[in-house]
Every structure is written in C-alpha cells, then in structure tokens.
C-alpha cells in the first residue's frame, strides 16, 4: 500500500497542475487519490493537456495588467487641473483659518502676561 502512495507522490510532483486543482477546490487529494488507483495515469490525460495551454492563460492575465494600465490612465485622464487647483485652494484657506484661530490665542496669551515694564511689555510687532 505504501509503494501505491509514492508512486502517486511521484505522480503529482511530475503533474503540478494537480496541486493547482486541489488549491482551486475541484477536488480533494483523496479524489486524486482514488483515480490514480483506479483509473492509473489515463486519467489524468486531461491534466497534461490543461499544461499545454497554461501559457495562454498567462497572456490572459498579462492582458488583464494592460486593462487596468488603461483603465487608470483614463482615469488620470479624466482630472481638471483647474478643480484640482480650486480645492487646494480651499484647503488651504481652511487651514489658515485654524492658523488664524490658534494663532489669535496664543496672542492674547502673550498680551495677558505683563513684566510691569512699559518697555519689556510691548509684542515685537509693536515695536516696529
């Protein structure tokens, strides 16, 4: 029984196609299995035919990468640079009005603290 099994292990290491299909859920090692008891190497014809077109199957998914090359350079082609501009703009118009706000706190902040000097209390704005 055991010189059944690596024999079959031998099997799918020359067949990785089988592997694929068990990864995929088509069937079960124990399925393969099974066949290759019952049925031998006959069976698994069909595998060895799929092996010849896997290379047809890689230009499908390298057709797939050029879609979505396309697809994004459409979409790229599709961006105004003017409504890009406006909502810079606006963006930065909203964070200089949170500028503003901070900005207007930590003024009064420095305007509440006072030496007593009339000279060290003045803000280095007003001295120009």
């Keep these: 029984m055991s010189a059944k099994l690596d024999e079959f292990k031998e099997f799918v290491k020359r067949h ?3 592997k694929g299909m068990v ?3 088509q ?3 124990q399925e393969l299995y099974e066949d290759y008891c ?3 190497e006959s069976a698994f014809e069909d595998s060895k035919e799929e092996a ?7 230009n499908k998914s390298s057709s797939s990468t050029e ?3 396309k697809t994004v350079v459409g979409y790229v082609k599709k961006i105004d640079p003017d409504q890009v501009t406006k909502t810079v703009t606006s963006i930065q118009k909203v ?3 949170f500028g503003g706000i901070g900005g207007a706190a930590t003024g009064s902040a420095l305007a509440k603290k006072s030496t007593g000097d009339p ?3 003045k803000r280095f704005d007003e001295w120009y």
């Design 16 to 18: 990785p196609l089988l």
């Design 23 to 25: 990864q995929s859920k």
């Design 27 to 29: 069937k079960t090692w």
């Design 38 to 40: 019952i049925l031998g």
């Design 52 to 58: 010849k077109e896997e290379p047809k199957k890689e």
């Design 67 to 69: 879609d979505l090359i």
């Design 95 to 97: 964070l200089e009005l």
């Design 119 to 121: 000279l060290f209390d």
